[in-house]
């Protein structure tokens, strides 16, 4: 650390990627990204898009937005994309968070949310998860803060119901509620249809996941006219340019083209279905996933330990030291043959641990 750096960020403690070793080829499991390439109709934008680099991309992304506001059912005014969700959630942060106004969120969810409060100096409190990994929705009842749920929850794949969302929307009028969709493609349901009826309520989706487009960084948040010209605010006093024309243009291709959407996320539960019956055979515990990622531990195997074997064997998961999930990695639910591959590198390293 430099003598200049500021003190207000001395203590911060960065996020850390999942790893992407350019050592070897891996079969990548391990950063809930998709198998398949982005829509052909995406690239084909995106070139086009490329060829006119020279100008500054259009800072209120119009033409995406439109697009978003007719596929999502939400007006555009309502809409507002970002380089990436993180984005969006830092915004999100920034916006509606400060010292008088603390976050609330699980103790087991997306690993950025108290890296952003930190880096904005926000308060936080972290409300345990229940045994089994489930959200107790009145642990979120008048909580005086504003809430962030991962919805469904990472990593344990879970999903609350848009009932019990609206009970923390209706258990707290006078707190921004923050619903982070990134996995609600892969059988979620999405709270963008509470949003006529919460003011309160900021839904946050991102394009990396089931849009296959994790590098392209895209995200959005839909929400309340005035919560959207707050992030605006934010927005255009940062960065007003934070959507790069490929990435919007990749953006614009990837929603014209819903039917290949749909086809990859069928794909994606088909093979969750296979590999998380196939764990549950070789004697893992595995609960029923909503995302593009299964959790999994088995008692005769260390979690750590087996995310080492797999990575001996070209396989890359995800494992994180935290008391609560040492036991388990998290899979991402890959193609049919990177599934097989993982199934078959599991038995393996099972019948040499006997
Ligand atoms: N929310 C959750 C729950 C995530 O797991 C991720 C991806 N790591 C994100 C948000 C951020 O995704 P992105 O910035 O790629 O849109």
Known sequence: MSRFFSGKYRDLVPYVPGEQPKDL????????????????????????????????????????????????????????????SDEALNFAFMAFCDQSRPAVFPDITYGFYSIFADLNGVPYTQIPLKEDFTIDVSDYIGVNATIFIANPNAPSGLNLSLDQIEVILKGNPDNVVVIDEAYVDFGGESAIALIPKYENLLVIQTFSKSRSMAGARLGFCAGGKALIGDLNAIKFSTNPYNVNAMTMA?????????????????????????????????????????????????????????????????????????????????????????????????????????
């Open 25 to 84: 080829k891996y079969i990548k499991l391990n950063t809930n990204e998709s198998p398949f390439p982005p829509s052909p109709r995406a690239l084909e934008l995106a070139a086009q898009a490329a060829k006119r680099l020279q100008l500054y991309s259009d800072p209120t992304c119009k033409v995406l937005t439109d697009k978003a506001s007719e596929v999502f059912g939400v007006p555009a005014d309502q809409i507002l994309f970002t380089n990436g």
């Open 250 to 354: 990749a953006g614009l291709g990837a929603l014209e083209d819903e039917e290949y959407f749909r086809d990859n996320c069928r794909k994606i539960l088909q093979n969750r279905a296979w590999t998380t019956e196939k764990l549950r055979e070789l004697g893992f515990t595995v609960a029923d996933s909503t995302t593009n990622f299964v959790l999994a531990k088995h008692d005769k195997l260390v979690g750590k330990q087996l995310y080492l074997d797999l990575k001996a064997r070209g396989i890359l998961v995800r494992h994180f030291d935290t008391p609560r999930l040492t036991d388990y990695v998290r899979v991402t639910i890959g193609s049919k043959e990177e599934m097989e591959s993982f199934i078959a590198a599991v038995k393996n390293i099972l019948e040499e641990s006997v």
